[in-house]
């Protein structure tokens, strides 16, 4: 994969990324499953597995559909188990999703520290998720950053979902920066896809989600523990530029 280092603008995942996805989204999870299921906790929790929870471990599994997948996805898996409607469901889902954001959202250690140190760079920043736009707002809200985005995408604001190319794209159409100028950064194998789709210069995987190292290493530029180690990352692609 070639690397562009002019970077202009960076698009973020949100859950796994910007926030610590099992402390934000088992509680939610736990409790979209159990309304779904009418209080039946066995039923609950076999919605839970069909769609990526692992009991043994009580974490989900990387690339499943509860921490990849868009809630139209997580909607139609849970409607063919319980005989529901799906458009119906992800509605439900999506609306508790979006009522509870904010209160079990935990964010990623220096998340606001990272967003100020990159906006000194004067680059763009963006939010690309499979949540809804109105979910990723709510979430984020506690902390005090939504300011510091001049887009936020999800997959009911007209781009698709992930790992289709759309979210990068308008993001590209609202700041005016070309797809090469783009770093994507995310948890998962989707958004690399997403990134590599519509031909971001640089793919950068996060460990704050799922995914281990070995799962994101053959389909990202370059892996880091967290986004704090970004701002050092981007200044180093930018000096092979400068050398």
Excluded at 175 to 188: H, L, N, Y
């Amino acid at each position: 994969m070639t690397i562009t280092p002019d970077i202009q603008g960076v698009l973020f995942d949100k859950d796994g990324t910007l926030l610590d996805y099992h402390a934000t989204w088992m509680p939610l999870n736990r409790q979209a499953a159990l309304v779904v299921a009418g209080d039946d906790a066995v039923l609950a929790e076999r919605l839970l597995v069909a769609s990526g929870y692992d009991p043994a471990t009580d974490t989900c599994r990387a690339d499943s559909i509860l921490v990849s997948g868009s809630n139209d996805d997580l909607g139609a898996c849970w409607a063919e188990i319980v005989g529901a409607d799906a458009r119906a469901l992800t509605d439900q889902v999506s609306a508790l999703f979006e009522a509870g954001a904010g209160a079990s959202a935990v964010a990623v250690p220096g998340l606001a520290e990272t967003l100020t140190a990159l906006i000194a760079r004067d680059l763009a920043l963006g939010i690309a998720t499979n949540d809804s736009e109105e979910g990723a707002r709510a979430s984020l809200a506690p902390f005090g950053v939504l300011d510091r985005f001049e887009y936020v995408a999800g997959f009911d604001s007209g781009h698709g979902a992930k790992p289709g190319p759309g979210m990068v794209e308008g993001f590209c159409r609202a700041t005016g920066i070309a797809p090469t100028a783009v770093a994507v950064v995310g948890d998962s194998r989707h958004d690399m896809e997403m990134g590599r789709r519509a031909g971001a210069g640089l793919l950068v995987g996060v460990l704050t989600g799922s995914a281990a190292h070995d799962d994101l290493a053959p389909h990202a530029h370059h892996v880091l523990d967290s986004i704090a180690e970004l701002e050092a990352l981007l200044e180093e692609v930018a000096g092979r530029l400068r050398a």
